[in-house]
């Protein structure tokens, strides 16, 4: 960013969630560009954990953030703009699985493409020796086979740090329905952690 | 240990032992053999967890292809929404106007000439005088009675050069910002 830039205010960087979509609202298309460059990423990766495979995760996260400009004016307090997107994308995975659920009763290749699907988690890099390869590939398949709504709130904790009360909202749960299944979710993974010793 | 609620068979809840995890065990942890052995696979998913969102954190490998946002601003940008249309002036020519997104371009771009003031929205409150209500955030250490005065005489400006009128002008300073 230039200093004139900076001077002048188009730090779009800079610029707090409230003022970009306040702009946004107010026709600045590139307001919302700066929304999107802020949250593709991390959208794409709440919704690739959830649904274990890149195609799909960029098609959600493409709807989401379509869907988002499309509800714009229909966020009551703009400063709210991250839990509401995430809010909308995190549904649309949930609602995906739900869908490839149905199909996969329908069919009798239920078994199908999971193992392919698996392998979305980051590769270690070599100064992670610590943790083996496999250490993180049986923790990504325990992960893709915990139930998907429990998925999604151990997730949005672990990777998006969202409070219980803020993962409630966007999954429509209780506060105490998501302790549970954050409690369920974690003691899966480490048991299966432990197995896997 | 089978788990079926988030209850360890002590009657202790899985929450509570996750939250300590960090810390040494409790009276109770210390004696407890369910949650001992709770404590010590918890502690390592725990480690194993933060790696993981760290290690992804600073890959840039995983994100969404170039045709995500591609295809995101072109929807925006066909769906655009212009605005009503705002009547300028009357001429012998008929009459001048412009569309209200196109005057709050001309107002953005003013009020963001002012150091630490992000403009917010524009809307036309009245056609008839032309009065239009200005939003902005404002950074924290240039909040002042000057400031004000200051963006009304700027936003003015273009108005008068760009439109060739000046309306009246309701600005109000919606939230302070954090400088950066």
Known sequence: ?197 | MEVTSDRLPCGRGLEQVWNGIDRGPDDHERTCPDCSQARLTLADLSVLTREWAQQETSDASVQPGGRVKAAIMDVVRTEFRSGQRVPLEHSDWGELSIREAALAKVVREAAQGVPGVHPRRCRVAELEPLTLEVTISVAAPVLNPDLLSTVREVIDGALTRELGQSPTLNLVVEDVHDDH
Not at chain 1, 24 to 50: K, N, S, T, W
Request: hydrophobic share 45%; glycine share 4%; proline share 4%.
């Open chain 1, 1 to 197: 960013m230039s200093t004139e830039n900076a001077v002048r205010g188009l730090d779009r960087a800079a610029m707090t969630d409230a003022t970009l979509v306040e702009q946004a609202r107010d026709g600045d298309v590139g307001a919302f560009e700066a929304l999107v460059d802020r949250y593709q990423v991390p959208i794409f990766r709440l919704v690739l954990r959830i649904v274990v495979d890149r195609t799909e995760a960029e098609d959600i996260a493409q709807d989401a953030l379509i869907t988002a400009w499309r509800r714009l004016d229909g966020i009551a307090d703009p400063a709210r703009f991250r839990p509401w997107v995430f809010q909308i994308a995190s549904n649309r995975a949930l609602d995906v699985i739900r869908e490839r659920d149905r199909k996969a009763s329908d069919s009798l290749d239920a078994d199908s493409g999971l193992h392919e699907r698996i392998p979305a988690s980051a590769e270690p890099g070599p100064e992670r020796a610590a943790i083996t390869q496999a250490q993180w590939q049986t923790l990504s398949q325990l992960v893709a086979a915990l139930p998907p709504r429990q998925r999604a709130c151990w997730v949005l904790r672990e990777f998006d740090e969202f409070s219980y009360t803020e993962i409630g909202h966007i999954l429509h749960m209780t506060e105490a329905a998501v302790r549970g299944q954050l409690a369920r979710a974690r003691m899966a993974l480490a048991e299966g952690m432990v197995a896997w010793k």
